[in-house]
């Protein structure tokens, strides 16, 4: 739940979240490791210094750190995840069903 500064409480819908794993382990080639590290460089480059990622951490976002970020730390009730298969950049796709069922 999000609180205004008046008090209001407001039920929060995050309607595009992603549960990925670009880690070295899981790339098929060049081409996944040049995907997450684009990726990575938009969070270097636009995040404020004290929200900024180790990167192996960025690269296989794990369950915990998704759940806390989300549910705990963050205002989201809801989280309604986008698969994001990139088959041929990586092994098990970058953020495939199975790997986000589990922690639903």
């Not at 309607?15 to 899981?26: I, K, L, Q, R, V």
């Not at 976002?61 to 759940?67: K, M, R, V």
Request: glycine residues 8%; aromatic residues 16%; negative net charge.
């Amino acid at each position: 739940m999000f609180r205004t500064p008046e008090g209001k409480d407001i039920f929060v819908v995050d309607g595009h979240t992603h549960f990925w794993d670009g880690s070295p382990e899981n790339q098929k080639n060049i081409h996944g490791k040049q995907f997450i590290d684009c990726f990575y460089a938009y969070h270097t480059g636009l995040s404020p210094k004290e929200q900024l990622w180790e990167k192996s951490k960025f690269e296989k976002y794990s369950a915990e750190n998704l759940y806390n970020d989300l549910f705990i730390d963050g205002p989201d009730d809801i989280a309604i995840f986008q698969t994001t298969s990139l088959s041929d950049f990586y092994k098990t796709g970058f953020g495939c069903i199975k790997r986000t069922s589990e922690i639903a």
